[in-house]
C-alpha cells in the first residue's frame, strides 16, 4: 500500500474534523439522555422509561429499532413530553447546536414542529423564538469552544394533524430571523402530502423553500406526489426512489421516469442511513441506497434524522459509510458540497460556505499525509541520532 492508498481511507478523527453540513436533523430527535432526565425531573414529568441516562439512551436506541416507522416516531413522546417550556427549548436548541459544532458540522437546518410544543401555555410565536435564541446561544458558546457553526430552523407540521398553512404561515413570518423553510413529517403510509397542498402553494407564491418526508416508509407514489402535486424542494428521505431504478445482471442502469426526473433535476435527496435500518427502510449500511445513488450521481446528502433515536452523529454516519463502501475524503467532500449546494439560505452565502470554508477544510485534511511523520524520522529519533 503507498502513502496515497492509505491516506485514501479517512481515519475516525479526520472524519471528526472535516467539515460537514446538516440539512436533515429534527431537534426532538437530538436530545442529550442526560438532559431529558435533568428536563422530566424539572417540568414534572414523569413518563420517563428509565431515569438513569444510560439506560434511557439504550431504551431510545432499541424501542426505535422497531422495523417500522410508527413504533419509531412513538419514542418521540417523551422528548417532545419535556420540551414544553421556554427554558426547556432554549436549552435543547442551544446544546444542539454545541453538539453539531463539536462534531464538525459547520452549518446544520434543524427541524421541529411548534404545534407539539404548546401544552404548557406557549404560543407558536414563542416557541420558535425560544428555539432561535437556544441556536444562537449554541453558536456563540460553540465559538467560544473553538468551533464554528450556522444553524438554521425548518418548521414542520405534522401530517396527520390539519394546521399545516397555520406553520406555512409561521415560517414565512420568521423567515429571515432564523428559520429558513418548511417541512412536514410524521407517519406516511395514510397521510398523503397532497392533504396539505394549501400550505406548499401559500410558500410557493411567497417564494419560501420547502421540503417533504417522503419515500421513506412508502414508495414511489409518495415521492411523485411530493414533486409534481406539492412542488417540493427537496426530499426528506427520498431513499425509496431506487425502486424506479433497475439494475440489470451485466451491471447496466436503468433509470424510470420518475428517478430520471429526480436526477436531471438535481433534486437533493435527504438520506439517513442508520434512521432507514431502525425504520426497515434498508436492511443494512452496504445494501443502502445511497452507494448506487452517490455512483449514479443523484443530488444524495448524508444525514443523522434521529441522532438520540439512531444514537448516531454525523461523523457515526460518515464512518459507518466508509466502511461500507470505502469512501475517502473527496466522497465526503462531494457529500457535504451537495449538502450545501441544497440548503435553503441565499445562493452568495451557499458559494461561501462552500468555497471558503468547505473546500479549504477538506484540502487541509487532504493535505495531511504529506506532513504525517514516520518512525524514521520522528522527533524522537532525530534527537535520539
Ligand atoms: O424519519 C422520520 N419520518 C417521519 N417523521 C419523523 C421522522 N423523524 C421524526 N419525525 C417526526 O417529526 C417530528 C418533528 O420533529 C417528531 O416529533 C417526529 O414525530
Ligand atoms: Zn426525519
Known amino acids: 500500500m503507498t502513502s496515497q492508498t492509505i491516506a485514501n481511507a479517512p481515519t475516525s478523527d479526520q472524519i471528526r474534523r472535516a467539515p460537514k453540513v446538516l440539512l436533515h436533523d429534527h431537534l426532538d430527535g437530538g436530545l442529550r439522555p442526560g438532559t431529558v432526565v435533568d428536563l422530566a425531573r424539572g417540568t414534572g414529568y414523569t413518563d420517563l422509561p428509565h431515569t438513569d441516562p444510560d439506560k434511557l439512551a439504550l431504551w431510545f436506541h432499541q424501542a426505535a429499532d422497531s422495523g417500522s416507522l410508527e413504533r419509531y416516531l412513538e419514542t418521540f413522546t417523551h422528548t417532545v413530553g419535556v420540551m414544553q417550556t421556554r427554558d426547556a427549548l432554549v436549552r435543547v436548541a442551544a446544546e444542539c447546536a454545541e453538539d453539531l459544532a463539536e462534531d464538525g458540522v459547520v452549518y446544520a437546518e434543524v427541524r421541529y414542529a411548534p404545534e407539539q410544543h404548546l401544552e404548557d401555555g406557549l404560543t407558536l410565536e414563542e416557541v420558535v423564538e425560544a428555539v432561535n435564541e437556544g441556536f444562537r446561544l449554541g453558536e456563540w458558546r460553540a465559538r467560544e469552544n473553538g468551533h464554528r457553526i450556522r444553524v438554521g430552523a425548518l418548521l ?230
Open 156 to 385: 414542520t407540521a405534522m401530517r396527520h394533524a390539519a394546521r399545516a398553512l397555520e406553520i406555512a404561515e409561521l415560517a414565512n413570518a420568521y423567515r429571515d430571523q432564523g428559520v429558513v423553510g418548511f417541512d412536514i413529517a410524521g407517519a406516511e403510509a395514510g397521510h398523503p402530502p397532497t392533504r396539505h397542498l394549501d400550505a406548499f402553494e401559500y410558500l410557493k407564491r411567497e417564494n419560501n423553500h420547502f421540503t417533504i418526508h417522503a419515500g421513506e416508509a412508502f414508495g414511489l407514489p409518495s415521492i411523485w406526489q411530493a414533486l409534481q402535486w406539492c412542488g417540493a424542494d427537496r426530499l426528506g428521505h427520498g431513499v425509496r426512489i431506487i425502486d424506479d431504478i433497475q439494475v440489470r445482471d451485466d451491471g447496466t442502469v436503468e433509470l424510470g421516469r420518475l428517478a430520471a426526473y429526480v436526477r436531471d433535476k438535481r433534486i437533493p435527496l435527504e438520506l439517513c442511513p442508520s434512521s432507514n435500518l431502525q425504520t426497515g427502510a434498508a436492511s443494512s449500511y452496504a445494501d443502502h441506497p445511497i452507494g448506487l445513488l452517490r455512483r449514479l450521481h443523484f443530488r444524495a446528502t448524508v444525514n443523522t434524522d434521529n441522532r438520540l433515536m439512531s444514537h448516531t452523529s454525523m461523523s457515526r454516519e460518515f464512518e459507518h459509510l466508509v466502511e461500507a463502501f470505502g469512501y475517502t475524503l473527496d466522497d465526503m467532500q462531494w457529500f457535504t458540497v451537495n449538502a450545501m449546494k441544497s440548503a435553503f439560505i441565499p445562493f452568495d452565502e451557499r458559494l461561501a460556505m462552500i468555497n471558503d470554508v468547505i473546500k479549504p477544510g477538506y484540502a487541509e485534511l487532504k493535505s495531511e499525509w504529506l506532513f504525517r511523520q514516520t518512525a524514521s524520522t520522528s522527533a524522537s529519533s532525530l534527537t535520539e541520532g
